[in-house]
Nanobody, 126 residues
Framework: QVQLVESGGGLVQPGGSLTLSCVAS????????MKWYRQPPGKEREEVAS????????NYADSVKGRFTISRDNEKKTVYLQLNNMKPEDTAMYFC???????????????????WGKGTPVTVSS
């Protein structure tokens, strides 16, 4: 089964740094783009970063551009999000996400499915 397991969240002070990890299993990780989303308390979930399968191209939300770095290690089936110069508004649950993973259902048919990790919480507070 497809699984995404995030880790690395915690409490940091403004200006501090964290590195989040997402370990993937159950699919051909190196074939899929990976994304990080975050959801602040009481707010909408938003995409913060994405990375193509090879890792050669990355994209960031304007709110994190220049501060966050997404990377991946296909041998370890892990995608990372490095959060630098953190701000209180970065406080959120951070989720790992993959889109349109081809999986075979119980009826034998194939379907492209989206998967989310359970999230890892990040709090930025002084």
């Amino acid at each position: 089964q497809v699984q995404l397991v995030e880790s690395g969240g915690g409490l940091v002070q403004p200006g501090g740094s964290l590195t989040l990890s997402c370990v993937a299993s159950g699919f051909d990780f190196s074939t899929y783009a990976m994304k990080w989303y975050r959801q602040p308390p009481g707010k909408e979930r938003e995409e913060v970063a994405s990375i193509v399968p090879s890792g050669s191209i990355t994209n960031y939300a304007d709110s994190v551009k220049g501060r966050f770095t997404i990377s991946r290690d296909n041998e370890k089936k892990t995608v990372y999000l490095q959060l630098n110069n953190m701000k209180p508004e970065d406080t959120a649950m951070y989720f790992c996400h993959v889109q349109a993973v081809i999986t075979q259902r119980s009826n034998g048919r194939y379907l492209g499915s989206n998967y989310w990790g359970k999230g890892t919480p990040v709090t930025v507070s002084s």
